[in-house]
């Protein structure tokens, strides 16, 4: 069965045909990042404006690398949410019209169900029941996954997401965008025991807080500018000493990586399942790749991890999760419509 998958919910543009819920045919990204680099975060208008103007190339391209003629999708399948609302209509209603024109079945999945399904696509798979860990720009969220249909919320952040803060730290830091990749190249020159950071506590033990360790940077960063009066570049934190930076961005990862280890073994615990699947753009990360593998060795747990293209946003995802849902018999209609809550 051929399945396309459309995913429009950030910045990027994919189109990907998807075999069999596992055979990554063609997976085509295209990602308005130049533009948004210069404005330190997605400008979501520009991002939606991108998605119109791209999408029906991009699918043809998508359609055209695996091979085949749309003729012979099985099945339209797209992000419905959550994500930027603009960027998500245009996805959505893109999809929609190519079901109704080709007669083909639709369905719409959501965003953080299909990152954990990224660690399906061209490899064996994970058995059933798991836990799951998404860390992304918009959410950090712990699942348990009974089947792809029964996924069920353990756990999310109460601010800001992991890599809305790792972008902020960025940013403080006067690094690019997104911010993730820049902290992770500075940590791995800097001591990450050098600064206590600490990701605050949670009333519910399983949910998330990242807003606290963004501020603690803030702070540490404001006090540890040079007080050379006439530096105009010092609001912007670029006199601070770039040894001090490879500290700083090191020990902010480090307690981060520690939070999402302690609290998705946590949840193996008190869950009592020894399978953990972790998705989303950080999970690119490679000191969370490091670390992870040697908690969950002490404890016994199986983890896995998605190659790295496939952490970031991308439509196979889309389009292999969609297939599960379809064989369980799912379907949507062309009221489908976005929706922006987890
Ligand atoms: O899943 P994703 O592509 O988009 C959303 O659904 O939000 O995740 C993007 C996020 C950004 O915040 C980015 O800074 C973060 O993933 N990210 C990383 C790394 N690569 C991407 N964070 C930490 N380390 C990385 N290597
Ligand atoms: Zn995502």
Known sequence: MYVLGIET?????SVSVVRDGRQVLSNKISSSLKI?????????????RMQLESLSEISDASIREAGIKLKKIDLISVTSGPGLAGSLLVGVSFAKA???VTGKPLIGVNHLHSHIYANFLNAKGVRLPFIALVVSGGHTSLFRVRDFDKIETLGATRDDACGEAFDKVAKILSLGYPGGPFIERLAKKGNPKKIRFNCSGTRQPLDFSFSGIKTAVLYYVKNHLSHRPSCPERSRGTTIDHRLKYDIAASFQESVVDALIDKSL??????KINRLVIGGGVAANNRLRVKF???????AINYYFPPGELCTDNAAMVAGFAYRLF???HRSDLYLDMQLAQ
């Open 9 to 13: 919910s950030c910045d990027e543009t």
């Open 36 to 48: 948004h680099k210069k404005y330190g975060g997605v400008v979501p208008e520009i991002a939606s």
């Open 98 to 100: 190519l079901s109704l």
């Open 266 to 271: 946590l949840a193996c615990r008190l869950k």
């Open 293 to 299: 593998h040697a908690a969950a060795k002490e404890r």
């Open 327 to 329: 064989r369980k018999g």
